[in-house]
T-cell receptor, first 108, second 113 residues
Framework: QKEVEQNSGPLSVPEGAIASLNCTYS??????FFWYRQYSGKSPELIMF????GDKEDGRFTAQLNKASQYVSLLIRDSQPSDSATYLC????????FGTGTRLTIIP | DAEITQSPRHKITETGRQVTLACHQT?????MFWYRQDLGHGLRLIHY???????NKGEVSDGYSVSRSNTEDLPLTLESAASSQTSVYFC????????????FGSGTQLSVL
């Protein structure tokens, strides 16, 4: 079992809809959880982080964490074409471990 | 503005050659990391450093080495390049050990022929 698992996609979402990205992790001792966005040919950039169970909102982005079920998700409201990218889930136990990413395409 | 730069952006080399990829950051971060990114594997940690003269192996360190002689630089050396090391390499730095926010360089595309 991979330490951090994501559906590779592609995930296609109409413009203006909610995009939902999911990630599961295997290490119950993980403490910190991150979402990075990576545009094609570019480097990853951090968009959200969450430490506690529940929801954390930042603009159009909401990160959700459920430690009991070992999953973390990212919701993007009012999706825009500029949100088309690969989204990487990362989990920190002692070092940061990345998932393989989900490719998201927003359809105008 | 503070930044992290990698060079070269693209490199083609031959099997068996030694290659060094440069990484320079002006954030004054103690923590620096090297990752490789391959289809189907995501970002995998090669080596990392928590300060000058400190280096540690990541999950895919075989065939790679790093040295940290100052805060700003963490060069990555491929001792004898292999075709399996063809990849995109990212350097990153962070202020804290919890890696709260990694700042990534723009990457180096390395092809080993």
């Amino acid at each position: 079992q991979k330490e951090v698992e994501q559906n590779s996609g592609p995930l296609s979402v109409p413009e203006g809809a909610i995009a939902s990205l999911n990630c599961t992790y295997s290490d119950r001792g993980s403490q910190s959880f991150f979402w990075y966005r990576q545009y094609s040919g570019k480097s990853p950039e951090l968009i959200m982080f969450i430490y506690s169970n529940g929801d954390k909102e930042d603009g159009r982005f909401t990160a959700q964490l459920n430690k009991a079920s070992q999953y973390v998700s990212l919701l993007i409201r009012d999706s825009q074409p500029s949100d088309s990218a690969t989204y990487l889930c990362a989990v920190d136990r002692e070092k940061l471990t990345f998932g393989t990413g989900t490719r998201l395409t927003i359809i105008p | 503005d503070a930044e992290i730069t990698q060079s070269p952006r693209h490199k083609i080399t031959e099997t068996g050659r030694q290659v060094t990829l440069a990484c320079h950051q002006t954030w004054n971060h103690n923590n620096m990391f090297w990752y490789r990114q391959d289809l189907g594997h995501g970002l995998r940690l090669i080596h990392y450093s928590y300060g000058v003269h400190d280096t540690n192996k990541g999950e895919v360190s075989d065939g790679y080495s790093v040295s940290r002689s100052n805060t700003e630089d963490l060069p990555l050396t491929l001792e004898s390049a292999a075709s399996s090391q063809t990849s995109v390499y990212f350097c990153a730095s962070a202020e804290g050990r919890t890696n709260e926010k990694l700042f990534f360089g723009s990457g180096t595309q390395l092809s080993v022929l």
